[in-house]
């Protein structure tokens, strides 16, 4: 598993993130922000744990054109 968090104050709703990897990000319906599914999500919406298999996740993060995500081993 690799931490994912965001930064979602930087987030500017470009939609890179979920849809380079919908499998772990999503916009959020009440700002269109970036969150992490609630399938991987840690309780806060910014924050979560993905497997580390899932590529796309560092690829997300590395395409981030304000870089707000943050992969981390876990």
């Known amino acids: 598993m690799v931490n994912v968090e965001i930064d979602r104050d930087g ?12 499998e772990v990000f999503e916009e959020n319906p009440d700002d269109n922000r970036s969150q992490v599914v609630e399938k991987y999500r840690s309780g806060d919406i910014s924050k ?27």
């Open 11 to 22: 987030c500017i709703s470009c939609a890179n993130c979920w849809t380079v990897c919908p």
């Open 48 to 74: 979560g744990q993905a497997p580390d298999d899932l590529t796309c996740v560092k690829q997300a993060e590395s395409e981030c054109p304000v870089s707000v995500i943050h992969v981390l081993p876990a």
